[in-house]
């Protein structure tokens, strides 16, 4: 068992990437841990994918419960980043 879900509630999760640069839906500015996840977590809830902290703080259309989107700061990245299923440690 992983060591960090020890300490977390651990889901697999659809996580995927983007590069958008603005105001997510919280009303912060994108910026690197940034997070958009489904309607059933509220700002603030803490995910730790693969060892990094991101926190929710913005929504998408195609975002939906059980899938996170995480902020890259180009698109190269968030393409290389691509799409996983991976096991992500939540804190609310």
Do not use: K
């Amino acid at each position: 068992m992983n060591a960090l879900c020890t300490l977390l509630a651990c889901l697999t999760m659809s996580v995927s990437a983007y590069a958008d640069h603005g105001i997510t839906a919280s009303g912060a500015w994108t910026r690197q841990g940034v997070a958009a996840c489904g309607p059933s977590f509220p700002f603030g809830t803490l995910f730790v994918v693969q060892g990094r902290p991101y926190v929710c703080m913005d929504r998408g259309s195609l975002v939906t419960d059980g899938h996170l989107d995480l902020w890259h700061s180009s698109e190269d990245t968030a393409w290389e980043w691509g799409r996983q299923e991976v096991t992500v440690g939540v804190w609310r």
